[in-house]
């Protein structure tokens, strides 16, 4: 039986992947962990400990004494945030990364996922349709990061025969955790002011189309990936994904088919200009052609799910 590390249990995609892979293979196989507390649902479902990544020892001691096999690392500095904290953000970042994968080597894990972004894809970058190898010149420390981590798992792949596995999430939607300081956080924070307050003002210009994708889609495409058998996994570094593409403007329209009220007001900050240096849609024909990968959510049912599930939240 498989025994799950998912260190970051308590952030956006954590909280969620864990209790899906609680329903998979039992909540007692899978250990969730993180700096802090967690949603009670995780905390409660199965083992928690609070376990900090960068500590080496304590990392090492926790995967031997519970014959862990395979470890998602969530665990990061987004890209907001880092903005903040540069090299902090560099050092949580790369060494949480590579403890992680030296660990993997030393004990022999079975597998390793790790996320990238597409926070690595830069101006330079073709922004319609991205492709799957492309130029990536990111022009954020959180991007940066990504990009060398990719490197790192590819090397790992090639150089230990470590089965690494990684896709690049385009921007997360989810209505279990809120927004945790990254540049898409505003399709999250938009659901959560329409329904407080009918009222919204966004961080981004109204016509900054990004890719998005619902969470349970990214849920989804992770936990594919990672059953899949490693012959058939053909990138190392990681996989584009998309889902959905749309802007602050074509958002706040359709949740103005559910909320007439609605309003949305722009003054855009600092992370303008990171949107602006990313794509505006992803080419992820590699992870279809692969993983057999396709998103289930477009933006008219995300948008429904949100702001019935928010509303039953908030109440």
């Known amino acids: 039986m498989e025994n799950i590390l998912v260190i970051g249990s308590s952030g956006q995609i954590g909280s969620e992947l864990v209790i899906a892979l609680r329903k998979l293979y039992g909540g007692e196989h899978v250990f969730a962990t993180d700096i802090k507390s967690a949603p009670a649902d995780v905390m409660e479902g199965g083992p928690f400990q609070i376990l900090d990544v ?18 998602y690392h969530l665990a990061a500095v987004l890209s907001g ?8 953000a560099w050092d949580i970042n790369m060494r949480s990364l590579l403890n992680v994968l030296d660990l993997a080597r030393e004990v022999k894990l079975k ?4 996320p990238s972004s597409i926070a690595v894809f830069g101006p330079t970058t073709p922004r319609v349709n991205t492709p799957q190898f492309t130029v990536m010149e990111p022009t954020t420390v959180y991007g940066i990061s990504k990009m060398a981590g990719e490197r790192w798992c590819d090397y790992y792949f090639k150089k230990f025969g470590l089965d690494t596995r990684s896709i690049r999430y385009p921007g997360l939607i989810s209505y279990k955790t809120e927004a945790g300081g990254g540049t898409t956080d505003y399709a999250v924070e938009i659901f959560y002011e329409a329904v407080k307050h009918k009222k919204y003002e966004c961080f981004l210009q109204e016509d900054t189309i990004l890719p998005m994708m619902f969470m349970e889609d990214a849920i989804n495409a992770t936990i594919e990936l990672m059953e899949l058998p490693s012959e058939k996994i ?9 889902g959905i593409s749309f802007s602050p403007k074509e958002l706040a329209l359709e949740i103005k088919k559910h909320i007439p009220e609605f309003e949305i007001t722009y003054k855009p900050d600092f992370r303008q200009a990171i949107a602006d240096s990313w ?4 080419d992820d024909s590699y ?5 057999g990968w396709k998103h289930r959510f477009d933006l008219s049912r995300m948008t429904q799910v949100m702001l019935t599930e928010i509303g039953k939240k908030l109440a």
Do not use: G, M
């Open 81 to 88: 945030n880092a903005e903040k904290i540069p090299q902090q």
């Open 287 to 291: 992870a279809r052609a692969n993983n």
């Open 234 to 242: 053909s990138i190392r570094s990681s996989y584009n994904v998309a």
């Open 54 to 71: 960068l500590d080496e020892k304590q990392l090492i001691h926790f995967v031997i004494r519970n014959r862990i096999t395979q470890v």
């Open 279 to 282: 794509p505006q849609s992803i």
């Open 111 to 114: 597998k390793v996922f790790w």
